[in-house]
């Protein structure tokens, strides 16, 4: 009898490996629309903060009408630093600024208008509220986003086609001056009762049609290509349909937009959006530490309890997370709120701090191809990049990862390998205690996280099983955490 012995040399690596050459298995195919390369990195995001603050802040409006004078915006002691300060220390990973609210007034010296921070007496007139949140958010580690309103209640030519213009030379200036963007964000708030430039009058436009989005957000794209765009329909990113702060259980990434567009949409298509949509138009989800988006007196932030809630009901239902910080007359984030941000991110940095699944052991019901590139462990290593998956025709699946000791549990993390799509439709997991198998957690939709909350069980083997996958699962990550301050609710 002669043994055949073949010699592998594998590419980029010297070593000299013994046995037969294993056939490559290919990966699964993009299943149905599938995120963008800044849509992915905006995914990452995760948790960011809005920032709301104008003249409103010291006239004690949520919308300006338009005629307020330049001279009302006097902050006596701003310092954007301590809002980036606030901002990282909470876990945020970027700040959006209200550039222009519906009021017009610009919070960058516009060449274009003389309503702005030129002629207010704040630094004589010298100030740029913009600029010193660029270099905040860049000595911070912050990504800065913009919004800038589409209504200008202040302006002329609002409603006339001249208006567009301006508002085009707006958005040229603070996208091309003020360094990179993260997102360009745009209200659904559209005409209605305004100064006009001293006409007074109530002013309609139909918001389908006058601001030319399409050749709009081609220039946005020319200035900013990384940026994200947020509407009420995208085209990047869509509104969830509500400011208190949750995403439905079920909240795909994928919608079909036809008949959308800024400022009329389905509210309950823009929360649950659509299985099998053909474009990738993720949920965000805006809401206010405060009740009001501007800071007024003798408001309470929200509890710790509340943004918790908040947090796993966005961010752990696969949405980014978009909390409102209102600066107060003085230009400071007020004390209170700073406490209940530092608070709350300590919560959750302790919480998501110690991975207990990383690197156990894990088998799944089956592996695609039987490949080492698809495997189970996959899951479990701590990367995002590495995923497990299915054969084409396995719909159905489970995994089992063994915590080798019984290990006390409350949270569990697990993420779709969303670059191929979302797919999966329904899930449950299990938990292996003292008194056997029991059920903890069951969901629908996955996508690019979700988290569930539970009581805390004993448990020596975690079970994951897809109950109902629209095409062959991929799963990236499956975490397990111990959260320390455990609230009643769960999801």
């Known amino acids: 009898m002669r043994i ?12 000299v490996c013994h046995g037969a050459e294993t056939p490559t298995i290919e990966a699964p195919q993009p299943f149905g629309a599938i995120p963008s390369a800044r849509q992915l990195q905006w995914h990452k995001m995760e948790f960011y903060g809005f920032l709301h603050f104008t003249v409103n802040t010291f006239t004690g409006k949520e919308w300006g009408y338009g005629d307020e004078s330049e001279h009302v915006f006097n902050p ?45 007496p704040w630094k004589g007139g010298k100030g740029d509220v913009l600029q010193e949140l660029s270099k905040a958010c860049g000595k911070f580690s912050l990504k800065m986003g913009v919004y800038l309103s589409p209504w200008d209640r202040n302006h002329a030519e609002y409603g006339k086609p001249e208006y567009i213009d301006y508002y085009r030379k707006q958005l040229t200036d603070v996208l091309t001056n003020y360094g990179e963007v993260f997102e360009v964000w745009h209200d659904g708030a559209n005409g209605g009762d305004g100064y006009y430039g001293g006409a007074r009058e109530k002013r309609s436009i139909d918001n389908k049609t006058y601001y030319k989005w399409q050749e709009t957000w081609a220039m946005i794209r020319k200035l900013q290509p990384n940026a ?20 439905p259980d079920t909240c795909w990434a994928t ?7 800024p400022g009329h949409a389905d509210r309950k298509v823009l929360g649950h959006g659509t299985p099998n949509g053909n474009v990738w138009r993720p949920a965000e989800v805006d809401v206010s530490l405060r009740r009001g988006w ?25 949405a980014c997370l978009l909390l409102n910080l209102t600066p107060d007359k003085r230009g400071l984030i007020p004390e209170q709120d700073v406490k209940r941000m530092q608070e709350f991110g300590a919560i959750i940095a302790q919480t998501f701090k110690t991975d207990l699944a990383e690197g156990k052991p894990a088998k799944a019901s089956n592996v695609r191809g039987g490949s080492r590139t698809f495997a189970v462990a996959n899951v479990t290593d701590g990367k995002r990049n590495t995923y497990w998956a299915t054969d084409d025709n396995i719909l159905h699946a489970s995994i089992t990862i063994d915590l080798q000791k019984q290990t006390r549990i409350n949270r569990i993390r697990v993420q779709e390998f969303i670059p191929l799509g979302q797919r999966i439709k329904s899930f449950t ?16 939709t996955i996508g690019a996280r979700r988290i569930l909350r539970f009581p805390s069980v004993h448990a020596d083997i975690i079970r994951l099983h897809i109950n109902e996958s629209l095409a062959c699962p991929t799963i990236s990550t499956i975490e397990m955490y111990l959260a320390t301050t455990e609230d009643t609710q769960t999801d």
């Open 294 to 318: 501007f800071f007024h007196e003798n408001q309470a932030p929200k509890t710790v309890t509340e943004l918790l809630n908040i947090y796993y009901n966005s961010v752990g239902h696969g």
């Open 76 to 120: 006596t002691a701003l310092d954007t630093r301590q809002w980036a300060r606030v901002a990282r220390d909470a876990g945020m990973k970027g700040l959006i600024f209200t550039a222009k609210h519906h009021d017009g007034f610009c919070l960058w010296p516009s060449k274009h208008t003389e309503h702005s921070v030129k002629n207010a």
């Open 4 to 15: 055949f012995m073949f010699l592998i040399f594998c590419a980029g690596c010297s070593t």
């Open 429 to 444: 997991i299990e938990a292996h205690t003292n008194n056997g198998w029991e059920k903890v957690a069951e969901g629908t």
């Open 255 to 261: 919608i079909n937009p036809k008949g959308m567009y």
């Open 228 to 247: 994200v765009i947020f509407s009420d329909a995208g085209p990047d990113c869509r509104w969830v349909g509500n400011e208190k702060g949750y995403a």
